[in-house]
């Protein structure tokens, strides 16, 4: 019982001698177990160090599997969750480059079947590519990550539109947003150019189909008459290359089709079938 005592009272007084020291006990406990400020401060600086290295390689890992449509579900949720954890001004390079290689593996070819599954996930990282970016651009009057996030990400939404739609009012919807995005775009503009011919080319797909013709012909005649909004190279010789075809196409005699099927396939029955000009 004396020890503890005499335990006690040599503790009490160690406190004592702090106190008189003017040091208190939380900050010896946190030299102990910390180090100096100085030591600290390298550490941190070593934590900030590895971290942008994580990001890096973490971005590079997710690429991997982003355009894989059987491991695409997971590899957004990864990403949209690093994006708003990790992205800041000083490492948004990395996010930025790997979401232009898959806007641009979209842009190739928007109507194959695996575009049309990764569309939709491709939505919700623009989505979160745009939140960050204002965000960013709040914290910091000074900075600004100038990419069209929130415009790929509207074409994006337009594009699952049109695989979905099946009929003249669903289909249309979609067209006359994007016919409102053409005629409020500046001139020149190459960042915005890029998502809307995507779209423009997911409309000219459907121009077979009876439900979409109209509005096909009318987002083309639209996207014509602004022609010189367009970027020059790809995007405006897109824009005559359709107008060409259409005009070919509107050359062509109503009903010369069918009188070409009449002659070739004799045995078509001539009243049986005038309605809708099958061959039998």
Same mark, same amino acid.
């Given at each position: 019982?004396?020890?503890?005592?005499?335990?006690?009272? =040599?503790?009490?007084?160690?406190?004592?001698?702090?106190?008189?020291?003017?040091?208190?006990? %939380?900050?010896?406990?946190?030299?102990?177990?910390?180090?100096?400020?100085?030591?600290? &401060? %390298?550490?941190?600086?070593?934590?900030?160090?590895?971290?942008? $290295? =994580?990001? !890096?390689?973490?971005?590079?890992?997710?690429? #991997?599997?982003?355009?894989?449509?059987?491991? *695409?579900?997971?590899?957004?949720?990864?990403? $949209?969750?690093?994006?708003?954890?990790?992205?800041?001004?000083?490492?948004?390079?990395?996010?930025?480059?790997?979401?232009?290689?898959?806007?641009?593996? *979209?842009? &190739?070819?928007?109507?194959?079947?695996?575009? #049309?599954?990764?569309?939709?996930?491709?939505?919700?990282?623009?989505?979160?590519?745009?939140?960050?970016?204002? =965000?960013?651009?709040?914290?910091?009057?000074?900075?600004?990550?100038?990419?069209?996030?929130?415009?790929?990400?509207? /074409?994006? &939404?337009? /594009?699952? &539109?049109?695989?979905?739609?099946? =009929?003249?009012?669903?289909?249309?919807?979609? /067209?006359?947003?994007?016919?409102?995005?053409?005629?409020?775009?500046?001139?020149?503009?190459?960042?915005?150019?890029?998502?809307?011919?995507?779209?423009?080319? +997911?409309?000219?797909?459907?121009?077979?189909?009876?439900?979409?013709?109209?509005?096909?012909?009318?987002?083309?005649?639209?996207?014509?008459?602004?022609?010189?909004?367009?970027?020059? %190279?790809?995007?405006?010789? !897109?824009?005559?290359?359709?107008?060409?075809?259409?005009?070919?196409?509107?050359?062509?005699? +109503? %009903?010369?089709?069918?009188?070409?099927?009449?002659?070739?396939?004799?045995?078509?029955?001539?009243?049986?079938?005038?309605?809708? !000009?099958?061959?039998?």
């Amino acid at each position: 019982m004396k020890r503890e005592n005499e335990g006690s009272v =040599d503790s009490s007084e160690d406190k004592k001698k702090i106190k008189s020291v003017g040091v208190k006990e %939380g900050d010896v406990k946190n030299e102990l177990c910390h180090g100096s400020e100085d030591e600290v &401060d %390298g550490e941190r600086g070593a934590m900030s160090e590895r971290k942008k $290295v =994580d990001v !890096q390689n973490a971005v590079e890992k997710i690429g #991997k599997f982003i355009k894989n449509p059987k491991k *695409i579900s997971k590899a957004t949720e990864l990403l $949209v969750n690093l994006i708003n954890a990790e992205m800041t001004f000083e490492n948004h390079q990395p996010f930025v480059s790997l979401f232009e290689e898959c806007a641009d593996s *979209i842009f &190739d070819d928007p109507i194959s079947e695996d575009s #049309k599954n990764i569309v939709p996930h491709f939505a919700k990282i623009s989505a979160a590519l745009a939140d960050k970016t204002i =965000d960013l651009s709040k914290s910091s009057e000074n900075k600004e990550i100038k990419f069209p996030f929130a415009i790929w990400k509207s /074409c994006f &939404d337009l /594009c699952t &539109d049109l695989f979905r739609s099946d =009929d003249s009012f669903s289909f249309s919807k979609p /067209c006359t947003m994007l016919k409102e995005m053409i005629r409020s775009m500046e001139n020149d503009r190459a960042d915005v150019s890029r998502p809307i011919i995507m779209v423009i080319k +997911v409309i000219y797909s459907r121009k077979s189909y009876a439900y979409a013709k109209s509005s096909v012909e009318s987002t083309l005649k639209i996207a014509r008459d602004h022609r010189l909004i367009f970027s020059e %190279g790809p995007c405006r010789e !897109q824009i005559d290359e359709w107008t060409t075809l259409m005009t070919k196409e509107a050359a062509v005699p +109503v %009903g010369y089709k069918e009188r070409t099927i009449r002659v070739v396939n004799s045995t078509a029955h001539p009243l049986l079938n005038r309605a809708n !000009q099958n061959m039998r």
